[in-house]
């Protein structure tokens, strides 16, 4: 099993920005991919950004540009800073860790822009 546990959720006013870190324990051998998905209220869940052990890296449209993931596979976290926030980003927002076809998923960390 992997634990992702997520930090760095809050209240933020729009135009602001945070930064989401997710930190991976238990059997952490072979994940290839990481990354941030969110589920707004209402909303089915979706993804946000993911990154490879690779460093390749994948954004949703909507967020191109605003946000951007990092990793660091020696500490086995990732990293997403949110820059020019907006309402529509309000979300919980969930780690996921991938190995093979296996998905692992955090509890999520709320993400609510508004002023």
């Known amino acids: 099993q992997v634990q992702l546990v997520e930090s760095g959720g809050g209240l933020v006013q729009p135009g602001g920005s945070l930064r989401l870190s997710c930190a991976a324990s238990g059997s952490i051998f072979s994940i290839d991919t990481m990354g941030w998905y969110r589920r707004a209220p209402g909303k089915q869940r979706e993804l946000v950004a993911t990154?490879?052990?690779?460093?390749?890296?994948n954004f949703a449209d909507s967020v191109k540009g605003r946000f951007t993931i990092s990793r660091d596979n020696a500490k086995n976290t990732v990293h997403l800073p949110m820059n020019s926030l907006k309402p529509e980003d309000t979300a919980v927002y969930y780690c996921?860790?991938?190995?093979?076809?296996?998905?692992?998923w955090g509890q999520g960390t709320q993400v609510t822009v508004s002023s």
């Open positions: 996921t860790a991938r190995r093979g076809p296996v998905h692992y």
């Open positions: 990154i490879t052990s690779g460093g390749y890296t």
